[in-house]
C-alpha cells in the first residue's frame, strides 16, 4: 500500500462505497474504497504535507488503483496555480479517466481565469475520440461559457458530436438543457434546426423542462419539439 494509498483507507466507508459503486456502474466494486466527498478537504492537506517526491510519484503512477485515487488527482488537478502546468497535469491524466464522478469534479480556478487560453483547448478535447475527454470539454465549456463569454460557434462544437457513448450523450444534453435556460434565442436554434441526434435531442428537451429557470410557455415548447426516433 502506497503512502497516499494509506491515507485514503483512514477515511473508509466500506457501506459508502457499496452506494458509490452503484452509482458508477463502469467501474466494478473493488476499486472503491469508500471515501466520502467532504473527506478530501481533510486529505489533501495530509497528501501535500508527503515529500514532493512521494506527491510526483503518485500523479505519474498511472492508472490508478483505486477510483477515489482518481477523485484525489483531480483536486490535486483543481488546485494547480499555474496555467501551463495544469494544463499539461490534466491532458496527463485525462486518458485514465474512465468515469463521469471523476471528470464532473474537475474545476480548476486557473484554468477559468485564463479563459481566452483554454477555449481552444476546450474545443480539441471535444473534438477527441475518448469519451471523458470529450466530457470534460463539454463541462467546462457549460461551467464558463454560457453566459457573458458566450458564443452560438461553441455549441456548434457539442451539436457535431455522434457517439455511441452514454455519459457523453448525457453530457451534451445537459449542456443544451443549461444553454436553454441561459441563452434560449441561440440555444433553441439547435433544436429547430434538428442539429443534434434524436436521443440526445429529447434528452436535452427532458432536462431542460425539468428546469426552474425555463418558463412554463418555453416548456410547452419544447415539448412541441421532440422527435421520433428512427
Not at 501551463?84 to 479517466?97: N, Q, S, T, W
Amino acid at each position: 500500500m502506497t503512502p497516499i494509498q494509506a491515507i485514503l483507507f483512514q477515511f473508509q466507508d466500506e457501506k459508502y462505497g457499496d452506494f458509490t459503486a452503484k452509482l458508477v456502474p463502469t467501474e466494478k466494486r473493488e476499486a472503491f474504497i469508500g471515501v466520502r466527498s467532504p473527506s478530501y478537504k481533510k486529505i489533501l492537506p495530509l497528501v501535500k504535507a508527503l515529500p514532493a517526491a512521494e506527491l510526483d510519484a503518485f500523479m505519474q503512477a498511472l492508472p490508478h488503483q483505486f477510483h477515489e485515487e482518481n477523485c484525489l488527482h483531480i483536486a490535486l488537478i483543481n488546485s494547480i496555480k499555474d496555467y501551463d502546468a495544469c494544463v499539461a497535469e490534466l491532458e496527463h491524466f485525462m486518458p485514465y479517466v474512465t468515469n463521469w464522478a471523476v471528470s464532473d469534479g474537475l474545476n480548476p480556478g486557473i484554468l477559468e481565469k485564463n479563459k481566452d487560453k483554454i477555449i481552444g483547448k476546450l474545443r480539441e478535447w471535444i473534438a477527441s475520440d475518448a469519451p471523458y475527454t470529450k466530457r470534460i470539454g463539454m463541462l467546462l465549456l457549460m461551467k464558463w461559457f454560457l453566459d457573458d463569454d458566450y458564443k452560438s460557434k461553441y455549441l456548434e462544437w457539442a451539436a457535431s458530436i455522434r457517439s455511441d457513448e452514454y455519459y457523453v450523450n448525457m453530457m451534451t444534453a445537459w449542456l443544451f438543457a443549461e444553454a436553454l435556460a441561459k441563452q434560449w434565442d441561440s440555444a433553441v436554434t439547435f433544436l429547430t434546426g434538428a442539429k443534434l441526434d434524436v436521443w440526445t435531442h429529447n434528452k436535452a428537451i427532458q432536462k431542460a423542462r425539468e428546469s426552474y429557470r425555463i418558463t412554463d410557455e418555453q416548456k410547452a415548447y419544447l415539448k412541441t419539439l421532440k422527435r421520433k426516433q428512427a
